[in-house]
């Protein structure tokens, strides 16, 4: 996917001024939170799972050398192949040439992240091939032609009116004047055009949620089934993983399902976690006959030993974005990469680089909601302020931020005069306030007041109040 | 491409600041594979037989699955007609040619049309074997191979699941323990699919629904068998 990670601030004001997302996501903010915390509450040992699997994924972190290696010695000896791709040209490159061999027309895709990530769709296109999004969300969000807005639902951004509207226009084979009012309607409908799509597809291509170096399994996480249809009936399954998602055996595999459901979206478990070894073997009456894992590293590597390392952990559960007030203020799509909210602000800079991502670090208010709720209890916050503190040292910051931060960073080594200007600035904010304590708009603060309205203080800074309630400085 | 490869191997030695894991690194990993510890069991599904009965048929209703109890495999084509009848389906049934299924004596169910094979999508029910059922979640273990087509987990509309009680545990990890004495250490047979529940999807509008590629129904019919069955 091409970023356009760099046009965050216009982005965003655009998705504050859009209703319907508006109404969408005011459902998500009290709604999806609540699901994970009543799942939560329902298992006690859920925090020690999370102890558990972030001891997992540090182990595997550790030697991820061993264990991709034993992976792919496993994956081969079941008869299936690895590709090792350093980069997204490689891993379009090789995927296109699998499926040229297979002499592809149409390929079938599971949700796959990173296939988002490298772009392969449109590479397939490019080369004259179909590729049909089976995921409903994906399948919805490709007809429309836009990206994921959501790590797990892709098409959170999509009302059912849309989704009617977006059935119209492209199923034109049926009668226009279909019922299409209700939602299960909806679905039957996408039921049985994917349907058709399914039984012909000639390469299904998944995702991973785990690789199994234990057994050589990949492994794919799934409400709808739509994962298991695309890689079963195809002659060809394709795999695309990153090199992070390795875990050593089946009982680790097992501790980190149980914190992933919960956290991506409350339920107890998924409707299908599936187990993929090799092509199916001589004796099965059904499955693929061929099985290749492309694993692609795609400045994941580049992230070990480095203080984003903890990064690797992320098991895309998407619950950083379901608990972030800046998420749930502008949506995914304003991040302008493939992975939006602060999973997405903290690994973008690392994956296509800082100076094209500046203001996604900037995109969090360090409330640590994120780090709460994140199962592998990543440091998202502390990883934003380092993508802040990389972009001042490496004069990457606007001249405005710098300006402004230089100046602040003088007033606060002198406490007499910082004590003076905040005085007078508290006074003239008050004063501006007026009897409601609201401003509605101010220089200088546009983009603040323009969607709220910013409280007055009450004439006075903490630290005079501070003085004049305890007594000395 | 194998100078990929090798590029990914140096890069990720460089980035933790090593060469090649040495020996007592590999030793470490090798154990703990060796070993496969389980990790933190949740008490919840740790009772007596009956108690996990009682936990999977409660759980499979929390996930819209439908369960219901055989004293013996006798009893599952009266169950099945009972079904079909229930849900206004046509007397047809695709079977997994499992031994557990082709033991099964229809002759009380004349009219009800059995063939067994995959499917190809034209089946709208269909009855596999489950290999292990897990009580902390209602989550059914289907594990691929001649005698269970995976196309039978995912094509027909209504799924139904024969899972022997003796095969009933309480953590994924002793359903894991059980492939395992089956398939051998490290070995797995092509597909494994843990299935909790019928197919289900909230991409459109943000409401459950179900039904979205897989099963509309998955009802599970636990059998009291004395022992288990082979592999
Ligand atoms: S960072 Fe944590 S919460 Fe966010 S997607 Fe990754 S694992 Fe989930």
Known sequence: MQTTAHRFTEKASAALADRELQGMLQQMRVHVPERRQAAVDALPEFETLRDRGRAIKDHVIANLDFYLERFEAKVTAAGGKVHWCADAAEARDTILGICRKAGARTVTKGKTMVGEEIAINAHLERHGMIPVETDLGEYIIQLRDEPPSHIIAPSFHVSAAQVADTFLEHHTHLDPKRPLGDIADLLSEARGILRSRFLAADVGITGANFLVAETGSTVIVTNEGNGDLTQTLPGVHIVLAGIEKVVPTLEDASTIMRILARSATGQEMSVYTTFSTGPRRPEDPDGPAEYHVVLLDNGRSAVLGTEFQDLLRCIRCGACLDHCPIYHAVGGHSYGSVYGGPIGAALTPALVGLEKSLDLPNASTLCGRCESVCPMRIPLPKMLRNWREAAFDRHLMPARARWGLKLWAFLAKRPALYRRISGAGARFLAWRGGKAGRIASLPFAGGWTRWRDLPAPEGETFQARWRRERGGA | ?231
Not at chain 2, 53 to 65: D, H, P, Q, Y
């Open chain 2, 1 to 231: 491409m194998s100078g990929a490869r090798a590029k990914i191997m140096d890069s990720i030695r460089r980035g933790l600041h090593r060469g090649a894991p040495d020996e007592a690194a590999r030793a470490e990993c090798e154990a703990r594979l060796a070993r496969h510890a389980s990790g933190p069991i949740p008490a919840r599904g740790q009772l007596d037989s009956e108690g996990q009965v009682a936990l999977f048929a409660k759980m499979a209703e929390g996930v819209s699955a439908t369960v219901e109890r055989l004293e013996g495999y006798e009893d599952v084509p009266a169950a099945v007609a009972r079904y079909l009848k229930a849900n206004n389906l046509p007397a047809e049934i695709r079977l997994a040619p499992a031994p557990m299924v082709a033991q099964l004596d229809w002759s009380s169910q004349p009219l009800i049309e059995v063939t067994a094979g995959a499917s190809d999508g034209s089946h709208k029910v269909g009855l596999s074997p489950a290999f292990a059922g897990v009580a902390e979640t209602a989550t059914l273990m289907m594990v691929s191979g001649p005698e269970a087509p995976t196309t039978l987990n995912f094509l027909p509309d209504h799924h139904l699941i024969l899972l022997p009680r003796s095969r009933l545990f309480g953590a994924y990890e002793e359903a894991w323990a059980r492939l395992r004495a089956g398939y051998g250490e490290g070995e797995m047979p092509r597909t494994v699919n843990l299935v909790t529940g019928p197919s289900r999807s909230a991409d459109i509008g943000h409401v459950p629904q179900l039904g979205a590629h897989g099963p509309r129904r998955l009802h599970i019919l636990i059998v009291d068998d004395e022992a288990a069955p082979e592999r």
